[in-house]
């Protein structure tokens, strides 16, 4: 690889490192103006680690696996976003890696394709059981919302909430102390390793939804092939659709529908016209083994718990 190459390469994790400790800063603090260089770095650098171990996690799941079966490809490319007020903001929108020789084989493509979300999967996981463990006290919520058990609590305010998955449930049961404090749903966003670690889980389904080119349209195609992945990708666009449709309707007309995400529309259109439902043929396809096909059924659950229908609940506009 050329000099210049790994330059961008680092380039692009250094801004990310950046824009994510931005990001840390404010979901930790709640705060977006004022910020001085010190309070930065002790807010943010959880966060900052945490998400970017995830990513690493998941692309050089991909990127090892690429290797291993002599696929040419690229090393990841770290997408920062700066933090923009008033939207949703994770410091990043990911990253990816590029294959830079065709992949020929079924099998290849399996194994490229789900070593990714099994290794951010774990990542994930890790990074849960360590923010679990290491829950702080309650006094960490009321240095953030010192009025946080009064009655009048987020009352004329917006307030957000992480949509709950059976992942992150079971790492709460598992992990939390009985005398710890658990925060609720609409305030994990302050505590980093949670924070990033529901991330994670999110990341991961989004990638496993059995469509085109995702992780998950590698899999379920290099399991059953063309014509069971395309009614498989069908379906699971059309419940995205839907998704995003219910939730839609319910704003527009002022009701709270417990179900749904209308983001579940944008990313609906993003998998239509970008990513395809359709997957690209390869030339050689052959059935896999036992060892293949117990983890691709493996990684299907595990979208299915780390899955969350309505994965942001915005209220009190």
């Not at 389904?205 to 995702?214: A, C, D, E, K, V």
């Not at 659709?241 to 527009?252: A, D, K, N, Q, R």
Request: glycine fraction near 8%; include cysteine.
């Amino acid at each position: 690889m050329k000099a210049n190459n790994y330059l961008i390469h680092i380039g692009l994790f250094i801004l990310t490192f950046i824009t994510t400790l931005f990001a840390g800063y404010e979901w930790t603090t709640g705060q977006v103006q004022k910020i001085e260089i010190l309070s930065l770095v002790s807010n943010g650098i959880n966060y900052a680690i945490a998400i970017l171990f995830f990513l690493s996690a998941h692309e050089f799941g991909h990127y090892f696996a690429a290797k291993y079966h002599k696929v040419e490809t690229t090393l990841p490319y770290y997408i920062p976003i700066p933090p923009i007020l008033g939207m949703l903001n994770f410091g990043t929108l990911g990253a990816v890696i590029k294959t830079k020789s065709a992949i020929k084989n079924n099998k290849v493509m399996f194994d490229i394709g789900v070593y990714g979300p099994i290794s951010g999967f774990i990542a994930a996981l890790i990074i849960l059981i360590y923010g679990f463990i290491t829950l702080p006290s309650v006094d960490y919520i009321l240095s953030i919302h010192p009025d946080y058990f009064s009655a009048d609590y987020g009352k004329g305010a917006v307030n957000l909430e992480f949509g709950n998955t059976i992942a992150f449930v079971l790492m709460k049961y598992v992990f939390s102390g009985k005398e710890s404090f658990v925060p609720p749903m609409s305030e994990i966003y302050h505590y980093p390793f949670l924070c990033v670690g529901w991330f994670g889980l999110f990341v991961t389904s989004m990638n496993m939804i059995p469509i085109g080119q995702l992780d998950g349209g590698h899999v379920v195609y290099s399991m059953f092939g063309e014509k069971k992945h395309e009614s498989i990708a069908s379906v699971s666009f059309i419940l995205i659709v839907l998704l995003g449709v219910i939730s839609f309707v319910g704003e527009f007309i002022n009701i709270n529908i417990p179900i749904g995400w209308s983001g579940w529309l944008f990313w609906a259109v993003i998998l239509y016209f970008i990513i395809k439902i359709k997957h690209p043929p390869v030339e050689v396809f052959e059935k896999l083994d036992k060892k293949r096909v117990t983890l691709g059924w493996i990684s299907l659950l595990i979208m299915l718990i780390s899955f969350a229908p309505s994965p942001f609940v915005i209220s009190g506009f």
